[in-house]
Protein backbone atom coordinates (compact mmCIF):
# COMPACT_ATOMS: atom_id res chain seq x y z
CA UNK A 1 0.00 0.00 0.00
CA UNK A 2 1.39 3.32 -0.69
CA UNK A 3 2.56 5.68 2.36
CA UNK A 4 0.68 8.85 0.62
CA UNK A 5 -2.30 7.68 -0.35
CA UNK A 6 -2.86 6.31 3.01
CA UNK A 7 -2.08 9.64 4.61
CA UNK A 8 -4.12 11.32 3.07
CA UNK A 9 -7.25 9.11 3.82
CA UNK A 10 -6.59 9.32 7.33
CA UNK A 11 -6.36 12.81 6.80
CA UNK A 12 -10.22 12.87 5.94
CA UNK A 13 -11.10 11.01 8.75
CA UNK A 14 -9.20 13.49 11.36
CA UNK A 15 -11.01 15.91 14.07
CA UNK A 16 -10.71 18.50 11.43
CA UNK A 17 -12.30 17.62 8.83
CA UNK A 18 -15.58 19.00 7.98
CA UNK A 19 -15.91 18.22 4.04
CA UNK A 20 -16.72 14.23 4.90
CA UNK A 21 -19.97 12.45 7.09
CA UNK A 22 -18.60 10.59 10.25
CA UNK A 23 -20.02 7.41 8.29
CA UNK A 24 -17.32 8.11 5.63
CA UNK A 25 -14.79 9.14 7.65
CA UNK A 26 -15.40 5.93 10.19
CA UNK A 27 -15.59 3.72 7.26
CA UNK A 28 -11.83 4.74 6.11
CA UNK A 29 -10.49 4.69 9.44
CA UNK A 30 -12.13 0.23 9.83
CA UNK A 31 -10.85 -0.15 6.21
CA UNK A 32 -7.27 1.10 7.08
CA UNK A 33 -7.53 -0.72 10.51
CA UNK A 34 -8.67 -4.41 9.34
CA UNK A 35 -6.13 -3.41 6.34
CA UNK A 36 -3.05 -3.18 8.22
CA UNK A 37 -3.62 -5.21 11.34
CA UNK A 38 -1.85 -8.39 9.89
CA UNK A 39 0.97 -6.09 9.60
CA UNK A 40 1.30 -3.72 12.70
CA UNK A 41 -1.03 -6.58 14.84
CA UNK A 42 -2.04 -2.96 16.49
CA UNK A 43 -6.10 -4.01 17.36
CA UNK A 44 -7.31 -6.75 19.04
CA UNK A 45 -10.53 -5.78 17.94
CA UNK A 46 -11.92 -3.70 15.52
CA UNK A 47 -16.13 -2.71 15.87
CA UNK A 48 -17.00 -2.31 12.70
CA UNK A 49 -21.07 -2.69 13.22
CA UNK A 50 -20.89 -0.58 16.02
CA UNK A 51 -18.51 2.50 14.60
CA UNK A 52 -20.63 2.43 12.04
CA UNK A 53 -23.93 3.15 13.73
CA UNK A 54 -22.05 5.58 16.53
CA UNK A 55 -21.11 7.87 12.96
CA UNK A 56 -24.64 7.44 11.56
CA UNK A 57 -25.89 8.56 15.02
CA UNK A 58 -23.71 11.79 15.02
CA UNK A 59 -24.70 12.31 11.51
CA UNK A 60 -28.48 12.30 12.29
CA UNK A 61 -26.80 14.53 15.10
CA UNK A 62 -25.29 17.32 12.95
CA UNK A 63 -28.06 16.52 10.17
CA UNK A 64 -30.45 17.58 12.60
CA UNK A 65 -28.85 21.45 13.63
CA UNK A 66 -27.56 20.39 17.25
CA UNK A 67 -24.48 22.32 16.74
CA UNK A 68 -20.77 21.23 15.94
CA UNK A 69 -19.81 23.59 18.91
CA UNK A 70 -21.93 20.96 20.80
CA UNK A 71 -20.09 18.27 19.46
CA UNK A 72 -16.25 18.92 19.94
CA UNK A 73 -14.34 15.80 18.36
CA UNK A 74 -17.14 15.98 16.03
CA UNK A 75 -17.27 12.16 14.85
CA UNK A 76 -13.70 11.97 14.50
CA UNK A 77 -12.61 8.07 14.55
CA UNK A 78 -11.21 6.92 17.97
CA UNK A 79 -8.59 3.83 18.70
CA UNK A 80 -9.12 2.73 22.96
CA UNK A 81 -6.51 0.61 24.73
CA UNK A 82 -7.69 -2.57 25.52
CA UNK A 83 -7.42 -1.84 29.43
CA UNK A 84 -10.34 1.20 29.36
CA UNK A 85 -13.78 -0.24 29.61
CA UNK A 86 -15.96 0.41 26.64
CA UNK A 87 -19.63 -1.14 26.91
CA UNK A 88 -20.27 -4.46 24.42
CA UNK A 89 -16.43 -4.48 23.55
CA UNK A 90 -13.48 -6.70 25.34
CA UNK A 91 -11.34 -5.54 27.62
CA UNK A 92 -8.67 -8.50 27.78
CA UNK A 93 -5.91 -6.02 28.71
CA UNK A 94 -3.77 -8.28 26.57
CA UNK A 95 -3.74 -11.41 28.77
CA UNK A 96 -5.30 -15.12 28.41
CA UNK A 97 -7.01 -14.43 31.70
CA UNK A 98 -9.59 -11.69 30.39
CA UNK A 99 -9.60 -12.48 26.80
CA UNK A 100 -13.62 -13.28 27.08
CA UNK A 101 -14.48 -10.36 29.21
CA UNK A 102 -16.78 -7.64 28.22
CA UNK A 103 -17.45 -4.87 30.60
CA UNK A 104 -20.95 -3.90 31.53
CA UNK A 105 -20.01 -0.45 31.34
CA UNK A 106 -18.04 2.56 29.82
CA UNK A 107 -15.44 4.41 31.62
CA UNK A 108 -15.89 7.60 32.50
CA UNK A 109 -13.23 8.90 29.59
CA UNK A 110 -15.76 6.57 27.03
CA UNK A 111 -18.67 8.38 28.15
CA UNK A 112 -17.47 12.16 27.32
CA UNK A 113 -15.82 10.76 24.46
CA UNK A 114 -18.95 9.73 23.10
CA UNK A 115 -21.18 13.03 24.14
CA UNK A 116 -18.31 15.10 22.40
CA UNK A 117 -18.93 13.06 19.28
CA UNK A 118 -15.66 10.53 19.56
CA UNK A 119 -16.27 7.37 17.03
CA UNK A 120 -14.72 3.93 18.81
CA UNK A 121 -13.70 1.83 16.13
CA UNK A 122 -12.04 -0.65 18.27
CA UNK A 123 -9.42 -2.31 21.16
CA UNK A 124 -5.87 -2.18 20.88
CA UNK A 125 -3.13 -4.17 21.39
CA UNK A 126 -1.09 -3.96 24.79
CA UNK A 127 1.59 -5.14 26.81
CA UNK A 128 -0.52 -7.85 29.34
CA UNK A 129 -2.16 -5.68 32.01
CA UNK A 130 0.06 -2.32 30.65
CA UNK A 131 3.58 -3.96 32.17
CA UNK A 132 6.22 -3.52 29.37
CA UNK A 133 7.95 -0.93 27.52
CA UNK A 134 7.91 -2.77 24.03
CA UNK A 135 4.40 -4.26 23.77
CA UNK A 136 5.98 -7.40 23.64
CA UNK A 137 4.47 -9.19 26.47
CA UNK A 138 0.72 -8.98 24.54
CA UNK A 139 -0.51 -12.68 24.77
CA UNK A 140 -2.20 -11.77 21.72
CA UNK A 141 1.08 -11.13 19.46
CA UNK A 142 3.80 -7.93 19.77
CA UNK A 143 2.84 -4.83 17.80
CA UNK A 144 5.08 -3.37 15.67
CA UNK A 145 6.07 -0.11 15.05
CA UNK A 146 4.76 1.31 11.70
CA UNK A 147 8.45 2.68 10.50
CA UNK A 148 9.86 -0.36 10.43
CA UNK A 149 7.98 -3.53 11.38
CA UNK A 150 11.15 -5.21 12.40
CA UNK A 151 11.50 -3.13 15.63
CA UNK A 152 9.04 -2.46 18.39
CA UNK A 153 6.81 0.86 18.80
CA UNK A 154 6.72 1.17 22.67
CA UNK A 155 4.85 -0.13 25.42
CA UNK A 156 2.79 -0.64 26.74
CA UNK A 157 0.39 1.60 24.90
CA UNK A 158 2.05 0.29 21.34
CA UNK A 159 -1.62 -0.57 19.67
CA UNK A 160 -2.70 2.95 20.01
CA UNK A 161 1.28 4.82 19.28
CA UNK A 162 1.16 2.05 15.99
CA UNK A 163 -2.80 2.82 15.35
CA UNK A 164 -2.12 6.59 14.94
CA UNK A 165 1.37 6.93 13.52
CA UNK A 166 -0.42 4.28 10.35
CA UNK A 167 -2.55 7.54 9.99
CA UNK A 168 -5.37 4.28 11.06
CA UNK A 169 -7.01 7.08 13.59
CA UNK A 170 -6.46 10.69 14.10
CA UNK A 171 -6.41 10.00 17.89
CA UNK A 172 -6.32 6.86 20.44
CA UNK A 173 -6.37 6.70 24.18
CA UNK A 174 -3.70 4.67 25.79
CA UNK A 175 -2.38 4.75 29.79
CA UNK A 176 0.58 5.65 31.87
CA UNK A 177 2.38 3.87 34.33
CA UNK A 178 5.51 4.98 34.28
CA UNK A 179 5.53 6.28 30.84
CA UNK A 180 3.67 3.93 28.45
CA UNK A 181 2.31 7.07 26.73
CA UNK A 182 4.92 9.01 26.00
CA UNK A 183 7.65 6.50 25.30
CA UNK A 184 6.15 4.78 22.30
CA UNK A 185 4.59 8.62 21.19
CA UNK A 186 8.19 9.01 20.51
CA UNK A 187 9.30 5.68 19.17
CA UNK A 188 6.26 6.15 16.79
CA UNK A 189 7.08 9.69 16.01
CA UNK A 190 3.79 11.31 17.13
CA UNK A 191 2.51 13.68 20.04
CA UNK A 192 1.45 12.35 23.45
CA UNK A 193 0.96 13.42 26.61
CA UNK A 194 0.25 11.99 30.40
CA UNK A 195 -1.76 14.35 32.17
CA UNK A 196 -1.36 15.55 36.24
CA UNK A 197 -2.83 12.37 38.32
CA UNK A 198 -6.28 13.28 39.06
CA UNK A 199 -6.81 15.29 35.39
CA UNK A 200 -8.67 12.53 34.18
CA UNK A 201 -11.12 9.69 36.20
CA UNK A 202 -9.21 6.26 36.09
CA UNK A 203 -13.21 4.91 36.93
CA UNK A 204 -13.36 2.31 34.01
CA UNK A 205 -9.09 2.17 33.73
CA UNK A 206 -8.22 -1.81 34.33
CA UNK A 207 -5.83 -0.88 37.69
CA UNK A 208 -1.86 -1.60 37.49
CA UNK A 209 -0.84 0.43 39.93
CA UNK A 210 -3.32 2.45 41.37
CA UNK A 211 -1.04 5.52 42.21
CA UNK A 212 0.93 6.05 39.28
CA UNK A 213 -1.63 4.59 36.69
CA UNK A 214 -3.46 7.53 34.22
CA UNK A 215 -5.48 7.76 30.73
CA UNK A 216 -3.37 9.32 28.22
CA UNK A 217 -4.02 10.77 24.93
CA UNK A 218 -2.05 9.98 21.53
CA UNK A 219 -2.37 11.98 18.22
CA UNK A 220 -0.61 13.48 15.64
CA UNK A 221 -0.39 17.08 16.93
CA UNK A 222 -1.08 18.86 19.91
CA UNK A 223 -3.77 20.50 18.50
CA UNK A 224 -5.91 17.18 18.94
CA UNK A 225 -4.07 16.17 22.47
CA UNK A 226 -5.52 19.42 23.50
CA UNK A 227 -8.86 18.88 22.16
CA UNK A 228 -9.90 15.46 23.86
CA UNK A 229 -8.05 16.21 27.16
CA UNK A 230 -10.59 19.23 27.19
CA UNK A 231 -13.65 16.48 26.67
CA UNK A 232 -12.42 14.08 28.85
CA UNK A 233 -10.56 15.91 31.85
CA UNK A 234 -12.26 16.98 35.07
CA UNK A 235 -13.97 15.53 38.48
CA UNK A 236 -15.64 11.95 38.16
CA UNK A 237 -17.71 11.28 41.43
CA UNK A 238 -16.83 7.70 40.38
CA UNK A 239 -13.29 8.38 41.34
CA UNK A 240 -12.20 9.80 44.82
CA UNK A 241 -8.68 10.23 43.17
CA UNK A 242 -9.79 12.36 40.06
CA UNK A 243 -9.63 16.47 41.55
CA UNK A 244 -11.80 18.83 41.53
CA UNK A 245 -9.86 21.26 39.59
CA UNK A 246 -10.99 23.62 36.67
CA UNK A 247 -10.83 22.47 33.48
CA UNK A 248 -9.31 25.04 30.90
CA UNK A 249 -9.83 25.66 27.00
CA UNK A 250 -6.91 23.99 26.36
CA UNK A 251 -7.38 23.94 22.47
CA UNK A 252 -8.80 27.77 22.35
CA UNK A 253 -6.01 28.82 24.31
CA UNK A 254 -3.15 27.78 21.98
CA UNK A 255 -1.05 30.25 20.52
CA UNK A 256 2.07 30.22 19.29
CA UNK A 257 4.10 33.48 21.75
CA UNK A 258 6.42 31.72 24.48
CA UNK A 259 8.59 34.71 24.62
CA UNK A 260 9.60 34.57 28.38
CA UNK A 261 9.28 31.20 29.06
CA UNK A 262 11.52 29.67 30.99
CA UNK A 263 12.51 25.90 30.02
CA UNK A 264 14.72 23.99 32.81
CA UNK A 265 17.21 21.63 31.30
CA UNK A 266 18.76 18.95 34.25
CA UNK A 267 22.03 18.45 32.18
CA UNK A 268 22.94 15.41 34.73
CA UNK A 269 20.42 13.71 32.92
CA UNK A 270 21.89 13.94 29.45
CA UNK A 271 25.10 12.09 30.41
CA UNK A 272 25.69 8.14 30.56
CA UNK A 273 23.02 5.73 28.66
CA UNK A 274 21.89 8.28 25.89
CA UNK A 275 22.34 7.85 22.15
CA UNK A 276 24.31 10.20 20.29
CA UNK A 277 21.74 11.08 17.66
CA UNK A 278 19.25 11.53 20.57
CA UNK A 279 20.94 13.72 22.64
CA UNK A 280 21.89 16.07 19.31
CA UNK A 281 17.96 16.28 18.25
CA UNK A 282 16.91 17.30 21.88
CA UNK A 283 19.82 19.77 22.20
CA UNK A 284 18.48 21.31 18.65
CA UNK A 285 15.23 21.38 19.91
CA UNK A 286 16.43 23.42 22.89
CA UNK A 287 17.82 25.93 20.50
CA UNK A 288 14.55 25.97 19.19
CA UNK A 289 13.35 27.16 22.08
CA UNK A 290 15.60 29.66 22.71
CA UNK A 291 14.87 31.34 19.24
CA UNK A 292 11.55 31.77 20.18
CA UNK A 293 12.17 33.86 23.01
CA UNK A 294 12.29 31.02 26.16
CA UNK A 295 14.94 31.17 28.83
CA UNK A 296 16.94 27.97 29.34
CA UNK A 297 17.93 27.55 32.00
CA UNK A 298 19.69 24.46 34.33
CA UNK A 299 17.76 22.31 37.17
CA UNK A 300 19.14 20.06 38.90
CA UNK A 301 17.05 17.07 39.82
CA UNK A 302 19.55 15.24 42.34
CA UNK A 303 17.29 12.06 43.10
CA UNK A 304 16.10 10.61 39.71
CA UNK A 305 19.42 8.72 39.68
CA UNK A 306 16.99 6.21 41.81
CA UNK A 307 13.81 6.65 39.88
CA UNK A 308 13.78 3.19 38.16
CA UNK A 309 14.60 1.40 41.13
CA UNK A 310 11.87 3.35 43.03
CA UNK A 311 9.73 2.57 40.20
CA UNK A 312 9.87 -1.06 39.95
CA UNK A 313 9.38 -1.25 43.34
CA UNK A 314 6.19 0.65 44.61
CA UNK A 315 4.88 -0.36 40.65
CA UNK A 316 5.14 -3.94 41.09
CA UNK A 317 3.83 -3.90 44.94
CA UNK A 318 0.28 -1.60 43.86
CA UNK A 319 0.23 -4.64 40.91
CA UNK A 320 0.82 -7.61 43.34
CA UNK A 321 -2.16 -6.03 44.89
CA UNK A 322 -3.86 -5.22 42.51
CA UNK A 323 -4.04 -8.45 39.95
CA UNK A 324 -5.08 -10.20 43.22
CA UNK A 325 -8.65 -9.95 42.06
CA UNK A 326 -7.60 -12.51 39.45
CA UNK A 327 -8.63 -15.77 41.05
CA UNK A 328 -11.26 -17.48 38.33
CA UNK A 329 -14.33 -17.00 40.22
CA UNK A 330 -16.16 -13.57 39.70
CA UNK A 331 -14.96 -13.06 36.04
CA UNK A 332 -12.34 -13.89 32.97
CA UNK A 333 -10.45 -17.73 32.20
CA UNK A 334 -11.05 -20.25 35.07
CA UNK A 335 -9.57 -23.78 34.70
CA UNK A 336 -12.16 -26.17 35.20
CA UNK A 337 -10.27 -28.80 35.61
CA UNK A 338 -8.82 -28.00 38.68
CA UNK A 339 -10.07 -30.67 41.57
CA UNK A 340 -10.01 -28.26 44.64
CA UNK A 341 -10.32 -24.47 44.75
CA UNK A 342 -6.90 -24.25 46.12
CA UNK A 343 -5.42 -25.95 42.73
CA UNK A 344 -8.40 -23.71 40.65
CA UNK A 345 -6.63 -20.61 42.02
CA UNK A 346 -3.45 -21.92 41.05
CA UNK A 347 -3.90 -22.96 37.66
CA UNK A 348 -5.88 -20.01 36.41
CA UNK A 349 -3.14 -17.60 37.41
CA UNK A 350 -0.74 -20.11 35.93
CA UNK A 351 -1.86 -20.85 32.98
CA UNK A 352 -4.12 -16.91 32.20
CA UNK A 353 -0.84 -14.87 33.51
CA UNK A 354 2.36 -14.56 30.84
CA UNK A 355 6.04 -14.30 32.41
CA UNK A 356 6.45 -10.50 32.63
CA UNK A 357 2.94 -10.33 34.85
CA UNK A 358 4.39 -12.91 37.20
CA UNK A 359 7.44 -11.65 37.57
CA UNK A 360 5.92 -8.37 38.85
CA UNK A 361 3.79 -10.19 40.88
CA UNK A 362 5.98 -12.12 42.47
CA UNK A 363 8.74 -9.04 42.74
CA UNK A 364 5.47 -7.03 44.81
CA UNK A 365 4.72 -9.81 47.21
CA UNK A 366 9.07 -9.85 47.93
CA UNK A 367 8.72 -6.38 48.71
CA UNK A 368 5.73 -6.15 50.82
CA UNK A 369 6.78 -9.25 52.50
CA UNK A 370 7.20 -9.66 56.50
CA UNK A 371 10.87 -8.52 56.79
CA UNK A 372 11.37 -6.76 53.21
CA UNK A 373 8.46 -4.28 53.52
CA UNK A 374 10.46 -1.75 55.61
CA UNK A 375 13.96 -2.24 53.13
CA UNK A 376 12.22 -1.92 49.93
CA UNK A 377 8.71 -0.47 50.28
CA UNK A 378 8.69 1.67 52.64
CA UNK A 379 12.51 3.14 51.92
CA UNK A 380 11.08 3.72 48.30
CA UNK A 381 8.29 5.60 48.91
CA UNK A 382 10.72 8.10 51.32
CA UNK A 383 12.68 8.34 48.27
CA UNK A 384 9.39 9.14 45.88
CA UNK A 385 9.10 12.11 48.47
CA UNK A 386 12.75 13.66 47.90
CA UNK A 387 11.69 13.39 44.26
CA UNK A 388 8.58 15.57 44.58
CA UNK A 389 10.93 17.90 46.55
CA UNK A 390 13.51 18.21 43.70
CA UNK A 391 10.52 18.84 41.13
CA UNK A 392 9.05 21.36 43.78
CA UNK A 393 12.47 23.13 43.90
CA UNK A 394 13.22 22.92 40.21
CA UNK A 395 9.75 24.85 39.06
CA UNK A 396 11.06 27.48 41.23
CA UNK A 397 13.47 28.17 38.41
CA UNK A 398 11.14 27.33 35.08
CA UNK A 399 8.04 26.53 33.79
CA UNK A 400 8.66 23.32 32.43
CA UNK A 401 11.68 20.94 32.26
CA UNK A 402 12.88 19.34 28.73
CA UNK A 403 14.73 15.99 28.60
CA UNK A 404 14.58 13.16 26.20
CA UNK A 405 11.80 11.02 26.30
CA UNK A 406 13.79 7.67 25.55
CA UNK A 407 17.37 7.13 25.85
CA UNK A 408 17.28 5.42 22.30
CA UNK A 409 15.03 4.96 18.91
CA UNK A 410 13.37 1.90 18.85
CA UNK A 411 15.04 -1.12 19.13
CA UNK A 412 14.84 -5.06 17.44
CA UNK A 413 12.06 -6.94 18.15
CA UNK A 414 13.26 -9.52 20.73
CA UNK A 415 16.62 -7.35 21.52
CA UNK A 416 15.69 -6.82 24.97
CA UNK A 417 13.26 -9.90 26.07
CA UNK A 418 16.03 -11.97 27.73
CA UNK A 419 17.38 -8.94 29.81
CA UNK A 420 14.63 -7.39 32.00
CA UNK A 421 16.68 -4.68 33.28
CA UNK A 422 17.98 -3.32 30.00
CA UNK A 423 14.24 -3.19 29.21
CA UNK A 424 13.45 -1.33 32.01
CA UNK A 425 15.96 1.50 31.49
CA UNK A 426 13.64 2.63 28.77
CA UNK A 427 12.00 4.21 30.70
CA UNK A 428 14.60 5.94 33.07
CA UNK A 429 13.04 9.53 31.72
CA UNK A 430 9.26 9.35 31.96
CA UNK A 431 9.09 6.76 35.08
CA UNK A 432 10.04 9.86 37.53
CA UNK A 433 6.66 12.16 36.00
CA UNK A 434 4.24 9.42 37.02
CA UNK A 435 6.07 8.65 40.71
CA UNK A 436 5.36 13.00 41.10
CA UNK A 437 1.98 13.07 39.59
CA UNK A 438 3.03 15.79 37.62
CA UNK A 439 2.31 16.40 33.74
CA UNK A 440 3.91 15.38 30.73
CA UNK A 441 3.93 15.05 26.97
CA UNK A 442 6.77 14.19 24.43
CA UNK A 443 6.37 15.77 20.62
CA UNK A 444 8.43 14.15 17.33
CA UNK A 445 11.95 16.68 17.57
CA UNK A 446 13.34 14.82 14.35
CA UNK A 447 14.73 11.38 12.40
CA UNK A 448 17.73 9.35 13.26
CA UNK A 449 20.39 8.36 10.76
CA UNK A 450 18.29 5.45 10.28
CA UNK A 451 15.11 7.13 9.98
CA UNK A 452 13.74 6.62 13.21
CA UNK A 453 11.61 8.98 15.14
CA UNK A 454 13.26 10.53 17.73
CA UNK A 455 11.08 12.35 20.73
CA UNK A 456 11.49 14.87 23.55
CA UNK A 457 9.46 15.46 26.04
CA UNK A 458 8.33 18.26 28.44
CA UNK A 459 7.21 18.08 31.96
CA UNK A 460 5.73 20.79 34.53
CA UNK A 461 4.11 21.26 37.68
CA UNK A 462 0.73 19.91 38.93
CA UNK A 463 -2.06 21.33 36.51
CA UNK A 464 -0.01 22.77 34.34
CA UNK A 465 -1.20 20.52 30.57
CA UNK A 466 -1.97 24.58 29.92
CA UNK A 467 1.66 25.49 29.84
CA UNK A 468 2.74 22.33 28.17
CA UNK A 469 0.22 22.57 25.74
CA UNK A 470 1.41 25.95 25.02
CA UNK A 471 5.25 24.70 24.70
CA UNK A 472 4.70 21.94 22.55
CA UNK A 473 2.68 23.87 20.02
CA UNK A 474 5.00 26.71 19.72
CA UNK A 475 7.73 23.86 19.01
CA UNK A 476 5.96 21.92 16.42
CA UNK A 477 4.61 25.46 14.79
CA UNK A 478 8.30 26.55 14.41
CA UNK A 479 10.14 22.80 13.75
CA UNK A 480 7.30 20.40 12.25
CA UNK A 481 7.69 17.12 11.99
CA UNK A 482 6.36 16.26 8.31
CA UNK A 483 8.00 12.77 8.06
CA UNK A 484 6.02 9.98 7.39
CA UNK A 485 6.18 6.42 8.05
CA UNK A 486 7.97 4.58 5.06
CA UNK A 487 5.55 2.57 2.40
CA UNK A 488 6.95 -0.81 3.43
CA UNK A 489 5.85 -0.62 6.76
CA UNK A 490 2.19 0.30 5.91
CA UNK A 491 2.27 -2.55 2.97
CA UNK A 492 -0.13 -5.67 3.44
Not at 13 to 23: I, L, M, R, Y
Not at 192 to 206: A, F, M, N, Q
Not at 263 to 292: H, N, T
Not at 324 to 352: P, Q, S, W
Amino acid sequence: MNAERHTANAQDSGSNSQDATAHARTSRALDAAERLNPTLNAFLQIDRTGALLQAEEYDRRRSNKQGDELIPLGGTPVAIKDNICVRGLQASCGSHILENYQPPYDATAIERLRRAGGIIIGKTNCDEFAMGSSNENSAFGAVRNPWNTKLVPGGSSGGSAAAVAARITPVALGSETGGSVRQPAALCGIVGLKPTYGRISRYGLVAFGSSLDQIGIFSLNVQDVAKVLGVIAGRDERDATSADVAVPDYAGNLTNEIKGARIGVPRALFGEGLDEEVREKVESAIDVYRDLGAEVVDVDLPHSRYAIAVYYIIATAEASSNLARYDGVRYGVRAEEAATLDRMYRRTREHGFGAEVKRRIMLGTYVLSSGYYEAYYRKAQQVRQLLREDFRRAFEKCDAILTPTTPTTAFPLGAKTDDPLAMYLNDIYTCTANLVGIPGISVPCGLSSENLPIGMQLVGKHWSEKTLLQLAHAYTEAQPFTALPPATALAT
